[in-house]
């Protein structure tokens, strides 16, 4: 039971991180205008930011939780580490951002958009190394 629970809530996670995309298309959508999204606008994607953080730290605790009671030990194969080495980026790049975004918001000015450009990226190819990573960790051969 506390595997179904523990999977439900990773799961939960894994829709609640994906929520963040919606940030990163409005702040696009305004850097092509040469707009500064509307206050209500900055609060709300600085709101999905946090979800987003939040999201990924239930991840990495509900997976490793859920690694120990199936596997009984981190010990896996070379992927697992490449799938937690691409989860660590995220997570890293995940809470750069969160803290740009909020000590901006603190001094009323815009975050650095190039800094942020580059966490942005950063966090995708992260994402990418740990999808890649779990393809390869959990597919029987």
């Known amino acids: 039971m506390l595997v179904i629970f523990l999977k439900f809530l990773h799961f ?7 929520v ?3 940030s990163s298309i409005v702040q696009s959508a305004h850097a092509k205008a040469k707009t500064p999204p509307a ?3 900055q609060s709300a994607m600085r709101t999905l930011g946090f979800m987003s953080l ?4 239930v991840l990495w605790i509900t997976g490793i939780a859920l690694v120990q009671a199936l596997e009984g030990a981190l010990v896996l194969n070379w992927a697992f580490y490449g ?16 803290f740009l975004s909020l000590n901006a918001a603190r001094k009323k000015t815009a975050p ?30």
């Open 20 to 22: 963040s995309i919606a």
């Open 54 to 57: 939040g999201a990924i730290l």
């Open 83 to 98: 799938k937690l080495v691409g989860a660590a980026i995220v997570l890293g790049c995940s809470a750069a951002l969160n």
């Open 112 to 141: 650095d958009a190039a800094l942020m450009k580059k966490f942005v990226s950063g966090a995708r190819g992260g994402l990418l190394i740990a999808l890649i990573g779990v393809a390869i960790a959990f597919t029987p051969f």
């Open 39 to 41: 206050p209500p606008v």
């Open 12 to 18: 939960l996670a894994l829709f609640f991180g994906g």
